[in-house]
């Protein structure tokens, strides 16, 4: 009799767990889509890819780097988008949508446009042909608000950000066109810069459509902020989404561990949820077995719903609970 009924329970906890898809439930709050990031060497993995293209739970892929500058043009004016187009060609085989990420970035840049000793006009041009659509800008802010000194920025001042909007604009009048950055998860002095640069950009008719909100979370530690923060630039006019949503741990992954990452990916979802601006939410990668944290943050990881052998974890729930919310 105990038996059966533990049983029972664990048949009916199974069933439930299974019947849950992300995308089905976002789209079920309202939102255009729940997606994850993927990378051209994971697409070898049959497994992997069966359930990347699971429309169930993944409405929307993201280039992790194949879309990047050092991808796409390593040299000037040469451009490559083999690998990109692999990845969008995988989520058109499935109806997903793509975000292009990114155009300007300070980060995987090519040294010709690092050290090419370019002037203002010239790399303005170089930023306009480059820039087709897109999370166009992708960090361009210091942790205190001030702009970063990339070289975009100690060339050009605030020049670049116009130039490229106009510029994806012109090339994808139906891109949604982002500005994307971490640490602007809560309220502080980066979410503020980033709402008046937003408010600066729109009152000169510059094309803005939304903000990214990275969202590389540490276990524990999402700010009490959050859903008031992507409110606030929702109030802007423009639409937010959470482009790169993970929460990563000191290893070993413990149970109290998983459970506290379980409610942070839960009150991630929830703030979404009730954020009608909020349009949806990518993860930076479904599966800690393709996870960058390992390899950039040492002794941390497993920051994924699904960890290595694509089992889902506690955290998958938390996501499904945050939709139900
Ligand atoms: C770069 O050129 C643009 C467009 O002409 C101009 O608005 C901007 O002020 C210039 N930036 C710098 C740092 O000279
Ligand atoms: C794909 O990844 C899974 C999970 O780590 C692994 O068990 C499997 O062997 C991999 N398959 C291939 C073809 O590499």
Known sequence: MLKTAA???????SFEFSAAQLNTLAQAAGKKYFGTATDNPELSNSSYVAQLSN??????????NSMKWD??????????????????????????????HNCVWHNQ????????????????????????????????FNDDGTFRQSVFFTTTGTSYI?????????ADPNAK??????????????????ANLVKSLKAQGVPIDGIGIQ??????????????????????????????????????????????????????????????????????????????VPGTFAGQGAACPWDENFVKKPAFQGIVNGWNA
């Open 7 to 13: 049983l029972l329970s664990i048949l009916c906890a």
């Open 55 to 64: 429309t169930a739970d993944f409405h929307q892929l993201t280039a992790a």
């Open 71 to 100: 991808a796409t043009e390593p040299n000037r004016g040469q451009f490559t988008f083999s690998a990109g187009d692999a990845i969008v060609a995988q989520a058109q085989a499935h109806g997903q949508l793509i975000r292009g």
């Open 109 to 140: 840049l090519p040294s010709w446009v690092t050290a090419g000793n370019f002037n203002n006009a010239t790399l303005l041009s170089i930023v306009q042909t480059h820039c087709m659509s897109w999370d166009v800008i992708n960090e361009p």
């Open 162 to 170: 116009a130039t490229a909007l106009r510029a994806a604009r012109a």
């Open 177 to 194: 066109l982002y500005i994307n950055d971490f640490n602007i998860e809560g309220t502080g002095a980066k979410s503020t810069a980033m």
């Open 215 to 292: 969202a590389h979370m540490i276990v524990g530690e999402v700010p009490s902020t959050f859903q008031q923060n992507l409110q606030n630039f929702a109030n802007l006019g423009v639409e937010v989404a959470i482009t790169e949503l993970d929460v990563r741990m000191t290893l070993p992954a413990t149970p109290a561990l998983l459970a506290q990452q379980s409610k942070d990916y839960q009150t991630i979802i929830t703030a979404c949820k009730r954020v009608s601006a909020c349009v949806g939410v990518t993860l930076w990668d479904w599966t800690d077995k393709f996870s960058w």
